[in-house]
């Protein structure tokens, strides 16, 4: 029986699809050349015990501060946003 034939190539199929989160880790801002920029997402992992909250902001700067500010902020806000189809609030003046 002949399996049918896709019409994308796997890989295109997971970075339509497929997308990752991490929280305090370092690694998690390096790994972009394998999942991509639009994949990612970053989490504090609120309300558990091993949460970064209350410390995020300096997480955030450890672990991803290396990135250019755009990509950064499509790791803990945009791509959730896509995700869940949820606007992004205004900056408070």
């Avoid at 609120?46 to 902020?73: Q, Y």
């Avoid at 945009?78 to 606007?87: G, L, M, S």
């Amino acid at each position: 029986m002949r399996r049918p034939r896709h019409k994308k190539l796997p890989s295109e199929y997971f970075h339509q699809q497929v997308y990752s989160t991490f929280f305090n880790d370092a690694v998690g801002g390096h790994i972009l050349n394998w999942w991509g920029e639009d994949n990612c997402m970053w989490s504090n992992d609120f309300p558990h015990g091993n949460s970064t909250w209350l410390k995020s902001r300096e997480v955030v700067a450890r672990d991803l501060g290396d990135l250019p500010g755009p990509v950064r902020a499509k790791f803990v806000r945009e791509n959730v946003a896509k995700v869940y189809n949820i606007p992004v609030p205004s900056p408070v003046q």
